[in-house]
């Protein structure tokens, strides 16, 4: 009997490979090349393909034509629907990602018990009993939903469920790390059977008009198992975030066929399950002290959303050698843009110290608006002068030291005003102008060498803040 052939599959990128080796071509990646058996029969010719050379098989449709919109199904959990774009698709496939325990189980079931109300919803957990659902459903206070439940790992056992004229209109896998296709012989989890086991379940929910929910684990890397090509299968990608010990979870479009992609949903794990917590910045703030140095308060933008967040920097002085740079919630590389802008053009000698960065709450700043509440944080740790309370800081920071009006800056001044906060130190910006009166005094920065002034420690007392007009 011949052998089957096999080849060497990197568990990160999906590059194949002959022989096996340590590190993968490919994406660089260590120790991901897992041998896995090459699919039995190769592909058909295209060229050879019945259908070739007869006309009229692809049928062309103007552009300017109209589709009636997708009709949405509504979750009812509002921070949820937001993030999907306004709803669940039918048809449409959505990969969950996250850490192991974040949470992803837990907000699926919570979700599709919402559903099971005005639609057929099944959850197939290839990772839990039934058992285990039903107690978790009972701690989220949902036990006496419609939703079906299964415990199932073959993919054509579920296809046999779910490929019928009664199809569910909104099926949850969980996790697809757990499917198996029984044509291929790798393990469950490899890059093969990720692939055929989501390319078969996605097939079906096309077919059959299912919102199909796909849970995907994350590695230590922080992708997704499996191939990057599942992000490529799929319509949507969420992923939930959250640091371990804090209680809030952050959930983010990173691409969404059917909506915008900077949305984020905010949440709360509770003894209950997850929480919405529809005013986020009054919870980032909540744990926040006023009147220690090494803290600005940021107006941020996430979607369509403001969120004030705190950040908090330390400067402290460091062993000779090569300082430590330590940065939580933020980009690394944009922390060490901010150091030589203020090092370079505003002259202030902070390189030698080790710094540390963190965005209190767990969560992840994307914006470069951030770069002025950053070089804030950092100022004030280094001369010991608090930011003041009631101030807010946002704007871009240039090469050249030069501060950069950011988007939408009424929507974050809006939001600082609603929390109390009564000053902002921000760009200048020529659309503030026009703004209906927010209650906010502005102290507006055009370089970076302006903002040295406001902390510098005179006779140990703080120095206040001179609001400017515009
Ligand atoms: P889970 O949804 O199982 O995570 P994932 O599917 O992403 O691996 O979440 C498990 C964690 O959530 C676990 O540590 C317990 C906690 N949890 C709560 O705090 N409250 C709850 O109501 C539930 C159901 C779980
Ligand atoms: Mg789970």
Redesign the pocket.
């Known amino acids: 009997m011949s052998k089957r052939a096999s080849h060497f599959v990197c568990q990160n990128c999906g590059a194949a490979f002959q022989k096996w080796g340590g590190r993968c071509e490919a994406c660089q990646g260590w120790n991901s090349l897992v041998e896995e058996a090459m699919p039995s029969a190769p592909p058909q010719s295209l060229g050879k393909n019945k259908s070739a050379g007869k006309t009229g098989a692809l049928q062309f449709v103007h552009l300017s034509g109209s589709e009636p919109p997708a009709p949405r199904r509504l979750t009812g959990i509002a921070e949820l629907d937001r993030v999907a774009g306004g709803g669940f698709v039918p048809g449409a496939v959505i990969l969950i990602g996250?850490?192991?325990?974040?949470?992803?189980?837990?907000?699926l079931l919570q979700t599709v018990c919402r559903l099971a109300a005005q639609d057929r919803c099944v959850y197939i957990s290839g990772e839990e009993g039934v058992d285990q659902i039903r107690m978790?459903a009972q701690?989220?206070g949902t036990a006496q939903a419609a939703c079906d439940l299964a415990n199932a790992a073959a993919v054509r056992d579920i296809i046999g469920a779910l490929d019928q004229p009664q199809a569910p209109a909104i099926a949850v896998i969980?996790s697809i790390q757990t499917m198996y296709v029984d044509v291929i012989d790798s393990a469950p989890g490899t890059v093969a059977q990720v692939r055929a086991s989501a390319q078969e379940l996605i097939r079906v929910a096309k077919k059959r008009n299912i919102t199909l929910l796909l849970?995907g684990h994350v590695t230590k890397e922080g992708t997704l198992a499996g191939p990057r090509v599942l992000e490529h299968m799929v319509d949507t990608v969420l992923y939930?975030e959250g640091e371990r010990g804090h209680h809030f979870r952050i959930l983010r479009a990173v691409k969404n066929r059917f909506g915008p992609t900077d949305e984020i949903g905010v949440f709360e794990?509770?003894?209950?399950?997850l929480i919405e917590v529809p005013n986020p910045s009054a919870l980032f703030l909540a744990d926040r002290r006023e009147d220690v140095s090494g803290a600005a308060v940021f107006a941020g933008l996430e979607g369509t959303r403001p969120v004030l967040m705190e950040i908090q920097a330390l400067a402290a002085p460091a062993p000779p050698g090569t300082p430590r740079r330590a940065v939580v919630g933020w980009d690394s590389a944009r922390l060490a843009m901010v150091l030589a802008v203020l090092e370079a053009r505003a002259g202030v000698k902070i390189g030698l110290n080790d710094i540390y960065l963190n965005v209190a709450g767990g969560l992840k700043i994307t914006e470069p608006a951030a770069d002025l509440a950053v070089a804030a944080a950092l100022l004030s740790s280094l001369s010991g002068v608090p930011v003041p309370p009631e101030c807010v800081v946002f704007g871009e920071i240039g090469l050249a030291g030069e501060i950069r009006p950011v988007s939408q800056p009424e929507l974050r001044l809006k939001e600082a005003a609603k929390l109390g906060f009564t000053r902002a130190i921000l760009p200048h910006d020529p659309r503030l102008r026009t703004m209906p009166e927010s209650g906010i005094k502005p102290v507006i920065i055009h370089n970076l060498a302006e903002l040295i002034p406001l902390f510098q420690a005179e006779e140990s007392a703080p120095r206040p803040i001179a609001a400017r007009n515009y």
Do not use: C, F, H, N
Request: net charge positive; charged share 30%; aromatic share 0%.
């Open positions: 996250g850490d192991p325990g974040i949470g992803k189980s837990t907000l978790r701690r989220l969980d849970v939930l794990m509770t003894a209950r399950g």
